[in-house]
């Protein structure tokens, strides 16, 4: 199967910083990649669509500029979260797309364990 | 706007098979059913999917009811490892942009010695 990775897969960052989370394909390529939130004891739920070379789209009640998205290859999606405050933390989880097909299912990253003090 | 319902827990022995069920009343005739997990802080892990006939890959079979509405997802041999929470997805034949998937709660399995 295909591999995704994401970077870092742990941060702790003080309020009010931004942090930057990167989302990575590395044996495939993907116009389309997705953004999770999870919290504790909770399901994913969907933030964003991240879509190569183009803006990305976001989910209702999800602030967009709080959460800067850039899909600028193929193979990499980031993630911002601006002015981070606590309730901010949680575990966000990126899955992408292959664009040509060959599977049907997402691969997703590991995740990311996001705690801001 | 929960497409599918499952249990909220259940448990099974090491070494049997774990029949996890999934009800998706509502599904369309274009939507397929997919299996996901998720292994405590990890990502999911595709596991399989199918339209209307039964599959089954190296993971497990699914199971679809006739009529579509419900759906089984069986692990032959439970193992330690296939502690989870396994999600049933319902969503159409994914093209770019409508790939996104919709979790619900998923039913937490969990395999005992």
């Known amino acids: 199967g295909a591999v995704v990775s994401q970077h870092p897969s742990r941060v702790i960052c003080k309020s009010g910083t931004s942090v930057k989370i990167e989302c990575r394909s590395l044996?495939?390529?993907?116009?389309?990649m997705f953004w999770y939130r999870q919290f504790p004891k909770q399901s994913l739920m969907l933030m964003a669509t991240s879509n190569e070379g183009s803006k990305a789209t976001y989910e209702q009640g999800v602030e967009k500029d709080k959460f800067l998205i850039n899909h600028a290859s193929l193979t990499l999606s980031t993630l911002t979260v601006t002015s981070a405050h606590p309730e901010d933390s949680s575990f966000y989880i990126c899955s992408a797309d292959p664009w040509d097909r060959v599977f049907n299912e997402q691969f997703f990253g590991p995740g990311t364990r996001l705690t801001v003090l | 706007d929960a497409k599918t319902t499952q249990p909220p827990s259940m448990d099974c022995a090491e070494g049997r098979a774990a029949n996890l069920p999934c009800n998706h009343s509502t599904i369309s005739g274009n939507e397929y059913v997919y299996w996901y997990r998720q292994i405590h802080s990890q990502g999911p892990q595709y596991i399989i999917h199918?339209?209307?006939n039964n599959e089954t890959n190296e993971m497990a079979s699914l199971i679809i009811t006739e009529d579509r509405k419900s759906s089984t997802l069986i692990l032959p041999h439970a193992t330690l490892r296939d502690t989870a929470v396994y999600y049933c997805i319902v969503r159409p034949r994914p093209t770019g942009a409508n790939s996104k998937l919709t979790f619900g709660k998923g039913i937490t399995l969990s395999v005992r010695p």
């Open positions: 044996d495939f390529q993907a116009t389309t």
């Open positions: 199918g339209l209307k």
